[in-house]
């Protein structure tokens, strides 16, 4: 009689942590998710390898001051915004994982960076792998990019080994695989996308990119809520992790880096998406307030800090009766929490009936601000609804503000008054802490405020 063949052992993987469980569970006990453990092969046991001494080809400790590193290593890609965000460019061996949603430009954009790299240095290939798409759908949009770099490869594969052999073969001085998703390694036996193949893939992956020195490009899938499809360990081993934001019917794109060690992880670079790809916006806050109305009550102005970029942004309010029991609050753009409390403030501190309305606040452009410095705006413009009354469209407000009203200093305030002069703007709002010691430039008129009921007396 036939023996039966050995059923494949399965556990329940949390697409989010990683966490793994022999059973199925509504909440995964790791990071407290819910609905995220589903059914996988489980992956099977490697016994360690033992022996004296260090295995062959296995890397050795050396002293920290023998290590050769400097800045000048960085590869330009030739597209400022990308390589702003990068932290000056491309950094031998790093690992950068790039996710939005389906559509943005993930894959123009990482074209397009390779086609700049290969034509800055002819000498060495550069590989693209495409996992999603035929060779003659790769081409397709190459001729639409006008991408015909001669020394730029591609791949059409999935199988991840396969992949790697080819990567040893060329020895490409940039590697770019779209998506980390679509590859798999035959030994493991559970499907493309799970937790455990893309955990094993990106590891190998990061191999590669750590022994060899090569620049690895990752493009990953992101959930409904937003974030990059798959554990959440895939964004712990990359060095760098990129977000396209926008899409839809808007034409401009955020790119944002949410980790970055080789550069600051709070750096954004902006593009307008056309016929033929990508293009860069060299001044984003004209950009932002190009369409500003003129005369309109609840608008203001503020400067946000992204990195060592500087934007002048629009903070819109609305402030209605409320047609309900309780009202609203929708916040785009910035903390609805924020709003709420700032909201709060006003009531409190200036006497303003506005906890009982309709609150709605927007950021115009489809940015999203984590900047305290927009506090004080932000309350200019819910009082600027609430009373009908327009602010300057060249006064500048800045500021943090407390819960005791008071209007505390920001950072780094005279780079944003140098960027608001550069636009035209001739008054600024600013905390009196920053005032004290600051050198504006002289074409601006800077009024120093103690207090939130200080500043809107200056912009009634």
């Given amino acids: 009689m036939p023996r039966a063949a050995a059923r494949t052992r399965t556990v329940f993987a949390c697409s989010g942590c990683g966490h793994s469980s022999p059973k ?45 590193a400097s800045e000048d290593e960085r590869a330009r890609t030739g597209i400022g915004e990308l390589d702003r965000v990068l932290g ?37 290939p550069l590989l693209y792998v495409s996992g999603e798409e ?67 893939v990106a590891a190998r ?19 409904k809520d937003g974030s990059i499809a798959g554990p959440r360990v895939l964004e712990h081993i990359v060095d760098t992790v990129l977000y396209f934001e926008g899409g839809g019917a808007h034409p401009y794109r955020v790119l944002r880096a949410h980790k ?98 309709d609150l709605f606040v927007n950021v115009a452009g489809g940015l999203t601000l984590d900047d305290t410095a927009a506090d004080l705006a932000t309350v200019a413009a819910l009082a600027s609804s609430f009373r009908d009354r327009p602010i300057d469209p060249r006064t500048l407000v800045l500021g943090e503000v407390g819960l005791a009203g008071e209007v505390r200093a920001v950072a780094q305030a005279e780079a944003r008054l140098s960027e608001a002069a550069r636009l035209g703007f001739r008054r600024a709002l600013v905390p009196a802490g920053n005032a004290r010691h600051l050198e504006a430039p002289a074409s601006i008129e800077v009024v120093a405020v103690e207090s939130v009921s200080e500043a809107l007396d200056h912009l009634s």
């Fill in 24 to 68: 199925w569970l509504g909440q995964c006990p790791s990071c407290h998710e819910w609905n995220t453990l589903h059914e996988e092969a489980a992956p099977e046991t490697r016994s360690p390898s033992r022996g004296p001494g260090l295995l062959p080809g296995a890397s050795r400790p050396v002293p920290l001051r023998e290590v050769q």
């Fill in 88 to 124: 000056g460019g491309v950094v031998p061996g790093m690992l950068v994982l790039l996710g939005g949603d389906p559509g943005i430009g993930k894959s123009t954009l990482l074209l397009t960076a390779l086609d700049r790299l290969a034509r800055g240095d002819a000498d060495r």
């Fill in 134 to 200: 035929s060779p003659r759908q790769v081409k397709l949009r190459a001729d639409r990019l006008g991408v015909d770099a001669p020394n730029l490869h591609l791949l059409a594969e999935t199988d991840a080994s396969r992949v790697l052999a080819a990567a040893e073969a060329l020895r490409p001085s940039v590697l770019a695989v779209d998506s980390i998703q679509t590859q798999y390694l035959p030994e493991l036996v559970s499907a493309p996308g799970t937790v455990s193949q893309i955990r094993e």
């Fill in 205 to 223: 992956l990061m191999g590669f990119a750590k022994t060899t020195e090569t620049p690895v490009f990752l493009v990953g899938h992101v959930t």
């Fill in 260 to 357: 970055n060690r080789f550069g600051s992880a709070s750096e954004i670079g902006v593009f307008e998406m056309k016929s033929r790809g990508l293009a860069e916006v060299a001044n984003p806050s004209a950009l932002f307030l190009a369409e500003r109305p003129e005369d309109a009550a609840g608008s203001a102005v503020t400067a946000a800090l992204n990195g060592t970029r500087t934007l002048l942004v629009e903070v819109q309010a609305l402030v209605a009766p409320t047609g309900y029991g309780t009202p609203r609050r929708t916040a785009l753009g910035l903390d609805p929490g924020r709003v709420a409390l700032l909201a709060a403030v006003l009531e409190k501190k200036v006497g303003l009936d506005i906890v009982g309305c």
